[in-house]
């Protein structure tokens, strides 16, 4: 392991950057985050570097400045990528680039890791095509890689929860449950799901760059059944918060599509929720990154963290995700 280090970020304000660049300076690293600076805030000892990645030219901010790390956390953009990596590689002793899980050709079938296929590469600007988002991983990755070779270190998470999770795909049920009552659940019983704590993310990214690993990695925990993982949840916030006790009502594939729920993200949605041919979506095997350092925090730890987060958005908000107190009213009469 390496001692204190320099290290970029591009971002750094928000969500898995902002954590990312919050806990390598409680490492002791000197972090650089370079952003618009618009949305989210800096962590506090880190220094702001104004970029905007739209513009080709934003990296001359950085020029003849070098690294012992950098972090890449972009979402949906080759050309960014390429961008970043045309003027700052050289400058990098070693790099990681957030991809997603989203890469694989095959959701289907359980127990893959990061040997399986991926589908085909797009060197574009993703926009709002959201067909699009594993592709431009697929490509982003691949110039990494080909920029970076044996400095390089790629990681696939799959769905992230945690302090600043603005998607409301995970949260949606530990604040759900806290409200108590009859809490409408799919039934299917074939779905496993898996998530990632952003704090555990960021740690081992940091943890990544001091042991100056290098490799792609599926970052994510075993996958659980979805049925199991509810429950459990339903359990930790009542006795995290003694609120009114809950009833699971499960609902069959063909009674939450009759009722127009939608799966996983959305509105009127039940996150975590998949279709039947995507039982493969969330059981992928992370065998191989947790030998390699990534550690999971206990359930109870990534489900407080979410509720806290879910208190201070507003529990009763409207949201990215999930069913609104009316919308599953509805549903759940249906069910009667």
Same mark, same amino acid.
């Given at each position: 392991?390496?001692?204190?280090?320099?290290?970029?970020?591009?971002?750094?304000?928000?969500?898995? %950057? &902002?954590?990312?660049?919050?806990?390598?300076?409680?490492?002791?690293?000197?972090?650089?985050?370079?952003?618009?600076?618009?949305?989210?805030?800096?962590?506090?000892?880190?220094?702001?570097?104004?970029? *905007?990645?739209?513009?080709?030219?934003?990296?001359?901010?950085?020029? *003849?400045?070098?690294?012992?790390?950098?972090?890449?956390?972009?979402?949906?953009?080759?050309?960014?990528?390429?961008?970043?990596?045309?003027?700052?590689?050289?400058?990098?002793?070693?790099?990681?680039?957030?991809?997603?899980?989203?890469?694989?050709?095959?959701?289907?079938?359980?127990?893959?890791?990061?040997?399986?296929?991926?589908?085909?590469?797009?060197?574009?600007?993703?926009?709002?095509?959201?067909?699009?988002?594993?592709?431009?991983?697929?490509?982003?990755?691949?110039?990494?890689?080909?920029?970076?070779?044996? &400095?390089?270190?790629?990681?696939?998470?799959?769905?992230?929860?945690?302090?600043?999770?603005?998607?409301?795909?995970?949260?949606?049920?530990?604040?759900?449950?806290?409200?108590?009552?009859?809490?409408?659940?799919?039934?299917?019983?074939?779905?496993?799901?898996?998530?990632?704590?952003?704090?555990?993310?960021?740690?081992?990214?940091?943890?990544?760059?001091?042991?100056?690993?290098?490799?792609?990695? *599926?970052?994510?925990?075993?996958?659980?059944?979805?049925?199991?993982?509810?429950?459990?949840?339903?359990?930790?916030?009542?006795?995290?918060?003694? =609120?009114?006790?809950?009833?699971?009502?499960?609902?069959?594939?063909?009674?939450?599509?009759?009722?127009?729920?939608?799966?996983?993200? =959305?509105?009127?949605?039940?996150?975590?929720?998949?279709? %039947?041919?995507?039982?493969?979506? =969330?059981?992928?095997?992370?065998?191989?990154?947790?030998?390699?350092?990534?550690?999971?925090?206990?359930?109870?730890?990534?489900?407080?963290?979410?509720?806290?987060?879910?208190?201070?958005?507003?529990?009763?908000?409207?949201?990215?995700?999930?069913?609104?107190?009316?919308?599953?009213?509805?549903?759940?009469?249906?069910?009667?």
């Amino acid at each position: 392991m390496i001692g204190a280090m320099r290290m970029l970020i591009l971002g750094g304000t928000v969500f898995v %950057s &902002r954590t990312v660049a919050e806990i390598a300076l409680a490492r002791g690293h000197e972090v650089v985050c370079a952003a618009r600076g618009t949305t989210g805030s800096l962590p506090p000892g880190a220094t702001l570097v104004t970029i *905007d990645r739209d513009d080709r030219d934003t990296f001359r901010a950085l020029a *003849d400045q070098h690294f012992d790390a950098v972090v890449d956390v972009a979402k949906f953009s080759y050309p960014w990528v390429a961008d970043a990596l045309a003027e700052l590689a050289e400058r990098a002793a070693h790099w990681t680039f957030v991809s997603s899980i989203s890469v694989y050709a095959d959701e289907a079938t359980p127990g893959q890791d990061t040997s399986a296929p991926l589908v085909e590469p797009a060197q574009v600007h993703g926009g709002a095509d959201l067909e699009l988002y594993g592709p431009v991983k697929v490509a982003s990755e691949n110039a990494v890689r080909d920029a970076l070779g044996d &400095r390089a270190f790629i990681v696939r998470p799959g769905l992230i929860t945690g302090p600043g999770d603005g998607s409301d795909r995970f949260g949606y049920w530990p604040g759900r449950f806290s409200r108590g009552g009859r809490v409408l659940v799919p039934a299917e019983a074939d779905l496993s799901a898996q998530l990632i704590d952003v704090r555990d993310l960021a740690a081992w990214v940091v943890t990544a760059a001091e042991q100056r690993l290098t490799g792609t990695f *599926d970052a994510i925990n075993r996958p659980r059944p979805l049925g199991d993982l509810l429950r459990d949840i339903a359990a930790l916030v009542l006795l995290e918060s003694a =609120g009114p006790e809950v009833e699971l009502v499960p609902a069959t594939n063909e009674q939450l599509l009759a009722a127009g729920v939608q799966y996983w993200a =959305g509105p009127k949605s039940l996150p975590l929720w998949v279709s %039947s041919d995507m039982t493969g979506f =969330g059981a992928h095997d992370p065998s191989a990154s947790l030998a390699e350092g990534l550690t999971i925090r206990p359930l109870a730890d990534a489900v407080a963290g979410a509720l806290a987060h879910e208190r201070e958005l507003g529990i009763d908000r409207v949201r990215r995700a999930g069913l609104s107190a009316e919308e599953e009213a509805e549903v759940l009469a249906t069910l009667a």
